[in-house]
């Protein structure tokens, strides 16, 4: 599992999988998606590339399916639960 942790406004982390070739992506919004499909090189480049999150605009982001990560789901949830409570 290889992780990146991008200086973006956007993205907060990015975790890959060579081995199943999943690229977790978890915004600064709490949410969270799956990439599947993605190549190594793909990967390597977002970590390199000046600007992630436009290189994810334009070469992951609708271009590999995707899925919202269900963790996020939860974790989202909980958030707006503790928000109405608090």
Do not use: C
């Not at 480049?45 to 290189?55: D, I, P, T």
């Not at 992951?60 to 503790?82: C, E, H, K, M, W």
Request: aromatic share 12%.
């Amino acid at each position: 599992m290889r992780t990146t942790t991008p200086n973006s406004s956007a993205i907060e982390k990015a975790w890959y999988s060579t081995d199943t070739k999943i690229l977790t992506v978890q915004f600064k919004n709490n949410k969270g998606y799956l990439y599947a499909g993605v190549p190594n090189a793909i990967f390597t480049r977002f970590q390199k590339a000046h600007s992630k999150g436009r290189y994810f605009a334009k070469h992951i982001r609708n271009v590999y399916p995707s899925q919202r990560d269900v963790f996020s789901i939860a974790v989202d949830g909980a958030l707006r639960t503790a928000n109405s409570i608090g």
